[in-house]
């Protein structure tokens, strides 16, 4: 990447003359081409947070597998599969995604609370190398629909430590009001169940606390927690390949200080050496911080609009497109693609198109924009294009890839008629 100043927390983003880039690639350009909203993500962060991983797990027995609902792009699942990534799955949809960017099946987990019996043939088919079991009686259904296709089923049993991963509640899944995993004290029961069963095979333990989460202390509570019970539970009679410890590690969003993946993967290690169980393979399954800060989305100021209590900046993108303000009062930072010195700055709240009060993208924004700017809706790499909607009949938005001076388009801009096709006038 050349020498431009960088935007701080995004070493991928620089402003160069009048315009931002992406690694070596200028937004304006880039929006000029391929029009607005626009997704464009650096390839070269992603390959830096996955090295951050890969750091704190040298020398060991892990796979990384890409929680693939951060963002499913078939572009960005290229990338890791390249990279040597296994993949975390949940759903048979997601399942054919993963395999048409190149997964090899074996390294592919599925985990939810929900899958089908067809979803369970289709990943025994595949060869999925395990399923995170999340009920009793999805065990026995698995059981059952493997039996049928004469095979065994891969399992772990996702365990519900009660662990408050100290995050927003909707996204925090180790509590004990949360729908997610086996509670902690049937871990040994549900096991013993599971081994009894013909059509399982048994091969390791699995959680996952939540998402966004900022520090290391949930993770050590959590790794405590489950070290207990793969003690329990061995002794119980029966053997635990993996450990799988989910995702959750957490991004800047707004000065955010998450540990860095490798600081924090040392701190576990020193726990599983201290515990006698350096040498167990471990999975994990993170989703935002491989692909979050690696994306941005550029959007068009349509209309400025005064008000009586409030100023909108009214912009192309909408809740359809970044759907995370309005669902968790989530924080994006917005910038201008082009800064205007000699405008003064107005404080707006950024808004897009859709017919609801709780279409906002920023609020109290200081901003010094005219309509026909370019704003950047930074940190959108995770949990935006993956969550993006039709609603209000909103085409979804076209996404770059970067690399360098390269840019691909690895998503064309939705039409009407893609949003049409399945549907049928009486
Ligand atoms: N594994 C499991 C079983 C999960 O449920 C999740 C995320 C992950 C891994 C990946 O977590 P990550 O590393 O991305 O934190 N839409 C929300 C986030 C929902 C997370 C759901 N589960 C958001 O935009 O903040």
Known sequence: MSDAPTLPGHPHIARRGSTLQVEDVALDALAREHGTPLFVYSKQWMLDALAAYQRGFAGRDAL???????????GVLRVFAEAGCGFDIVSGGELARVLAAGAEPAKVIFSGVGKTRAEMRQALAAGIGCFNVESEAELDVLNEVALAQGRRAPVSV???????????????TGLKGNKFGVAHDRAVAVYRHAAALPGLQVVGIDCHIGSQITESSPYLDALDRILDLVQAIEAAGVPLHHIDFGGGLGID?????????????KQLFARLDARGFGDRRILIEPGRSLVGNAGLCVTEVLYTKPGEEKNFCIVDAAMNDLPRPAMYQAFHRIVPVAERPSLPATRYDVVGPVC?????????????????????????????????SNYNTRARAAEVLVSGANATLIRRRETVEDQLRTEQAL
Do not use: F, Q
């Open 64 to 74: 990384i597998c890409y929680a693939m609902k951060a963002n499913s792009s078939l």
């Open 158 to 172: 996702r365990i519900n430590p009660n662990v408050d991963p100290k995050t927003h509640p909707y996204i925090s």
């Open 253 to 265: 969003y707004d000065g955010d200080t998450p540990p860095a993946a490798d600081v924090l993967w």
């Open 356 to 388: 609801e009060s709780g279409d906002w993208l920023g609020r109290d924004r200081d901003l010094a924009v005219e309509a026909g700017d370019l704003l950047a809706v930074l940190s959108a790499g995770a949990y935006c294009m993956s969550m993006a």
